[in-house]
């Protein structure tokens, strides 16, 4: 009779098993991550382009004019508004103004505002209780989005040469980069640069690409935007804010 032998793994093939699945798993993961963070983006571009839609609702009721939210009305917030100083008293947020075509009106106004619309799924921090001011009375401090400054004196769809090339809405940076805690407004201001604005307030740039009130590099390198026709797509800072020669922030 024959002896029936079994033969198992040796040291070296087991470790030669594992170092494969250790370089599968180093190719695939950041393939899984990617494939995850686009996800995300997609997520919050449709979230984008939908708080574009509801300003342009809000708009058909209100004689083609963006919300107001500051009692001063001016055309010209670079000049006028320099050093911010025109900004109180104000009406509200535009967020609110818009949530009556965007949110549940069975809700309290709290749940309304921290629906998944106003909250970006990469963003560690949609709201952000440690922002010291709150700008959504009977919601959260603030969200994962903010409105370009220009469109909140008084702006009407008349005025706007290029809508489709201009921004309203955009990412807020909700993390702390190199010190600078995040920012904690839901309305960021172009004209607020030290290079173009000497009355800029504290000296600090609102439109640095690291360093700003944008979260310019949240997804994949880029941000999503709205543009005040409605539409929404993702670009690269660098695509929108590159001046002179590239400016889509300023109407």
């Not at 949110?103 to 629906?115: A, Y």
Request: hydrophobic share 30%; aromatic share 12%.
């Amino acid at each position: 009779m024959f002896k029936q032998t079994y033969r198992g793994f040796t040291l070296i093939e087991l470790l030669v098993v594992i170092a494969i699945i250790a370089i599968l798993a180093a190719i695939l993961f950041p393939v899984f991550s990617q494939a995850r963070e686009s996800a995300r983006k997609t997520t919050c571009l449709s979230n984008t382009r939908q708080i574009g839609m509801a300003t342009r609702l809000y708009m058909q009721d209100y004689d083609d004019r963006f919300p107001q939210t500051k009692a001063f009305t001016t055309s010209q917030p670079q000049i006028d508004d320099a050093d911010g100083s025109k900004e109180d008293p104000d009406l509200g947020s535009i967020f609110d103004f818009i949530l009556p075509y965007v949110g549940d009106k069975k809700q309290n106004r709290d749940d309304q505002f921290r629906q998944g619309l106003y909250a970006c799924p990469s963003d560690l921090a949609p709201f952000d209780e440690n922002c010291p001011k709150v700008y959504h009375p009977g919601g959260p401090n603030v969200i994962s989005y903010m409105v370009n400054g220009y469109f909140v004196f008084g702006l009407n769809d008349a005025r706007l040469e290029k809508s489709a090339e201009t921004i309203i809405y955009t990412e807020r940076r909700s993390r702390k980069v190199q010190e600078i805690p995040p920012f904690c407004d839901d309305i960021y201001h172009p004209w607020f640069n030290p290079l173009i604005n000497p009355q800029t307030p504290d000296g600090y740039n609102e439109m640095d690409e690291t360093t700003g009130a944008l979260d310019a590099t949240r997804h994949q390198g880029g941000s999503n935007y709205t543009f005040s026709d409605g539409h929404a797509s993702w670009k690269r800072f660098s695509q929108t804010y590159s001046p002179p020669k590239v400016d889509m922030h300023t109407p």
